[in-house]
């Protein structure tokens, strides 16, 4: 019987949508059209990157090399630089997203550099995030500047300099491409708004849901009939933007059907966890005005602390505090990894983890501050 009254409102909300269809187109462009714009506006010094650093030389010009790192660190706080003595090890830890880059010193650095020869620093560095990548090969051919006179690539190199050979250690990821995670989750929350707590609202500003009142619904029925089509609505609406933004980049999923299937999943995951959020905070609310007008507060704090288009290192201590307790964040992080680098689910195990947990809590608190009264 739950069953069926649950699915009698579900239908209903969702009918309700197809009546007005540019809900859902709006869904999925508006969030490509607005990140675009904010992206490409947004500039600024990146600090606190972290980098591990792997000095296998320890030759007067390794350490002048290294001190350049830790002055970029405790001066303009460029980077935070760790020590680490396997290289192997290194790697693996940025391709698991400890580490935005490892720097390796060779052994033979030092002996080069005073013999007069080419003397090549390593540096792996993540180049999903490519504005973090640009600026640590800045950040390198800055330090490598102060031991000898010129920085020259691999492609032209010359006697008596220092070569930095930066590699990346997954495919290339270019900008447009680099911003469908971020588009992916502003689809979600946008969706969250218009097609859950908002339709709800609506609904109590013109009167239908006193019918509900005489009818044998209870508030789980109600709830959960709205809920249900909420996700139903924003999940497709994800979805289509996953694979609208990978046709218009010319993109693909590392990973094949597996990594298909997790990217669902988290789409589908965060789409219940917002929207319970949502109802939570603005499910008594009695104007849709308002809805509209905390919805744009809501977007920004979550947003754009999430890592979508600005490293999360790079915040302020208070505000990288936050986006450790935002779930878009952890959506945006197991998006980028699985559809970016390949990543299995051990790799975003941590970030789905906190997912779910942030939607059981804000389903519970959905559920206890809905009311089936006036």
């Known amino acids: 019987m739950f069953g069926l009254k649950f699915l009698a409102i579900m239908r209903r909300d969702l009918k309700k949508l197809t009546r007005n269809p540019i809900t859902l187109v709006s869904v999925i462009l508006m969030p490509i059209v ?23 030389d320890h030759g007067l010009y390794a350490r002048r090399i290294v001190e350049q790192l830790l002055a970029l660190q405790a001066g303009p706080k460029t980077v935070d630089v760790t020590f680490e003595t396997d290289p192997g ?73 220092i070569s930095l050979r930066p590699s990346w250690l997954f495919p290339y990821v270019d900008y447009d491409r680099s911003l469908i995670p971020g588009v992916i989750v502003m689809a979600i929350f946008m969706g969250s708004l218009m097609s859950g707590v908002f339709n709800w609202v609506m609904d109590k500003f013109m009167g239908v849901t006193e019918c509900y009142l005489v009818t044998p619904l209870s ?22 933007v ?50 509209g007008t905390f919805s744009g507060f809501l977007n920004v704090i979550l947003f754009f602390p999430s890592g979508a288009i600005y490293p999360v290192e790079s915040f302020p201590p208070w505000l990288r ?21 390949g990543a299995d689910f051990t790799a975003v195990s941590g970030d789905i983890a906190f997912l779910l947990v942030f939607m059981v809590l804000m389903l519970v608190l959905a559920s206890v501050s809905f009311k089936r009264t006036l």
């Open 34 to 56: 607005y990140l675009v714009i904010i992206g490409n506006s947004f500039q600024g010094q990146l600090k606190h990157l972290p980098i591990v650093v792997v000095e296998q």
């Open 89 to 161: 090890r290194a790697v693996d830890e940025v391709r698991d997203g400890l580490f935005k880059g490892v720097v390796v010193i060779p052994p033979d650095f030092s002996h080069d550099v005073a013999e007069g020869r080419i003397a090549q620093i390593g540096l792996f560095t993540d180049n999903v995030d490519s504005i973090s990548s640009q600026t640590l090969e800045g950040v390198l051919d800055q330090a490598a500047a102060t031991v000898k006179v010129a920085y020259v690539t691999a492609r032209e190199p010359k006697l008596n300099d």
């Open 219 to 240: 508030r789980w029925d109600i709830a959960g009939g709205i809920l249900a089509s909420g996700v139903t609505v924003t999940s497709i609406g994800g979805i289509l």
């Open 242 to 291: 996953l694979f609208l933004g990978l046709m218009i980049t010319r993109g693909r999923i590392l990973g094949g059907p597996m990594a298909l299937l997790m990217l669902i999943g988290i789409i589908i995951i965060s789409a219940t966890g917002l929207l319970a959020m949502t109802f939570s905070m603005l499910g008594r609310a009695g104007h849709p005005r308002l809805v």
């Open 321 to 341: 505090a936050f986006a450790h307790f935002n779930p878009e964040t952890h959506s945006v992080s197991a998006i980028k990894q699985i559809l970016f680098k």
